[in-house]
């Protein structure tokens, strides 16, 4: 249905939403980016990606995925290792 995209204030070579409409082929998806808060103790080099979507799974079917270090941000809904 459509994706919101958010990149730290150090990543500046692109436009994540732009990228991803050109390396994907999202064209009948909207897209939306952000920039994230540039706090002392936030992340660096880090885009975060939420998607909309139908699905008929239930909701305790669904998992959020984590790539590399990016489980310690949200720890309540990482799946234990």
Known sequence: VSILFTSTPDLTAEF???AARVA???DGV???GAQEQDVPHGPKHCIRVLVHCYSDRPREELRHVFLEGAASLRAD???PA
């Open 30 to 32: 909207a897209l939306l």
């Open 16 to 18: 994540p939403a732009g």
């Open 24 to 26: 994907l082929g999202l």
């Open 77 to 79: 809904l990482a799946d």
